[in-house]
């Protein structure tokens, strides 16, 4: 049985800065991929950004240069960090973890809310 616990969501003001972090538990495979996707209401789930096990990272265009994602492996665990918030990040924000034999897990979410 895999777990992700997701923490660090709340309520902050336009301009404001929160860090979300997403620690796998229980028997997993060695991870590959470890990302963060959003669903606001009405929205599609969308992609916020990813991290591979190297290092490697992509961003979804809306947050580039605002959002920073950062991994430690050895703790499984993903962090993202935010700031310059807008109203238009509010949302739910899932972790998404997948293992090198493709299995994949999703976290419960956690309700980022930036009022203006």
């Known amino acids: 049985q895999v777990q992700l616990v997701e923490s660090g969501g709340g309520l902050v003001q336009a301009g404001g800065s929160l860090r979300l972090s997403c620690t796998a538990s229980?028997?997993?495979?060695?991870?590959?991929?470890m990302s963060w996707y959003r669903q606001a209401p009405g929205k599609q789930r969308e992609l916020v950004a990813g991290?591979?096990?190297?290092?490697?990272?992509n961003y979804g265009d809306s947050v580039k240069g605002r959002f920073t994602i950062s991994r430690d492996n050895g703790k499984n665990t993903v962090s993202l960090q935010m700031n310059t918030l807008k109203p238009d990040d509010t949302a739910v924000y899932y972790c998404?973890?997948?293992?090198?034999?493709?299995?994949?897990?999703w976290g419960q979410g956690t309700q980022v809310t930036v009022s203006s």
């Open positions: 998404y973890v997948t293992d090198i034999v493709q299995n994949t897990y």
């Open positions: 229980g028997t997993i495979w060695r991870i590959n991929i």
């Open positions: 991290i591979t096990s190297g290092g490697s990272s």
